[in-house]
């Protein structure tokens, strides 16, 4: 049987071709299944407070960087949605006076027009937020070099090649935006031979950090959440870390404090890769496949799926 065309792209793959089943049996979780839903290999922590949220979420750099040394180099890759937790990494740091020169950092994803990164003076540059909102917060002489940080750049050889220079990364971080993603790991559209289907989990597996078409769902969350809904200033193209790099991080830890995706996304996500339900038209799925994954949510952002008119 066909599958159903997106409610919201019909030239693309998302959420809204899944199965009705599926969806309404995902609409029915309540807050109190979510713990229920880990198992070995996937874990769901609850947070009652969001100060208790990105406190731990920070404390992941600071894990992350505390395990490294100049012989056994030790890094986080990093998102921009959420932001909060940067300046509390660069104030614990400071506090502690913790030397992190040895720490490295990868950036997730950056935006990409006209076939180049925007550069660190545009108003979304996700790298211009790390560093005003982390590094540069961190004293000089606890910082770790500029070396140490890797930002991808539209031609992404020398970023992917930062990923098997023998720097481990304990842990990739990142949120869940609108249209089920991590970084900028979009569904597809529905074109050529993923015109009936959306491509198999193994194929997507294999596509590594490159640029990326952005679907529309994403460029209008995220002129929501960072441009004051002004879609016309959020570029159409990204770059982004893909599964091939995500694959080599020890850990994912996804966050989920109720500000980038609804109540049904942040259960859709959980409940397929708890019960390995996998499909590409929704691409944190995969997680199901990765050893170790953690969800972090907000409990009081995690909503409800009821219907109620505003």
């Not at 490294?68 to 959420?82: A, F, K």
Request: net charge neutral.
């Amino acid at each position: 049987m066909p599958r159903r065309l997106s409610s919201i792209a019909p030239d693309w793959w998302d959420y809204t071709t899944l199965d009705l089943e599926l969806v309404a049996e995902v609409a029915r979780l309540r807050p109190r299944d979510f713990p229920r839903l880990s198992r070995p290999g996937f874990r769901v922590v609850l947070y009652d407070t969001l100060e208790d949220f990105y406190v731990a979420e920070a404390l992941e750099y600071v894990d992350a960087w505390r395990q490294s040394t100049p012989d056994n180099p030790v890094g986080i890759c990093g998102p921009i949605g959420p932001t909060e937790q940067l300046p509390l990494v660069a104030r614990i740091v400071n506090a502690l006076r913790f030397d992190v020169r040895a720490g490295h950092f990868w950036g997730m994803d950056e935006w990409c027009i006209e076939g180049r990164e925007v550069p660190v003076t545009h108003p979304l540059s996700f790298e211009r937020a790390d560093r005003e909102l982390c590094f540069d917060r961190i004293e000089r002489r606890l910082r770790m070099p500029d070396a140490h940080l890797h930002f991808p750049q539209a031609d992404t050889t020398a970023y992917r090649s930062t990923w098997d220079a023998g720097i481990r990364c304990a842990v990739m971080q990142g949120g869940q935006g609108d249209v089920k993603h991590w970084a900028f790991n979009d569904p597809l559209p529905r074109r050529g031979r993923h015109r009936q289907e959306p491509p198999p989990p193994a194929e997507y597996r294999r596509l590594a950090t490159r640029v990326v078409d952005l679907h529309p769902l994403t460029i209008a969350q995220n002129a929501r959440t960072s441009g004051g809904g002004n879609i016309a200033l959020v570029p159409t193209q990204a770059i982004t870390v893909g599964p091939v790099e995500t694959w080599k991080a020890d850990k994912v830890s996804i966050w989920h404090a109720g500000n980038h995706d609804n109540p049904f996304g942040q259960r859709l996500t959980a409940y397929m890769i708890s019960k390995r339900i996998v499909d590409t038209a929704v691409p944190m799925s995969l997680l199901a496949g990765h050893p170790n994954v953690q969800f972090n949510y907000y409990r009081g952002g995690i909503g409800a799926c009821g219907v109620e008119m505003h």
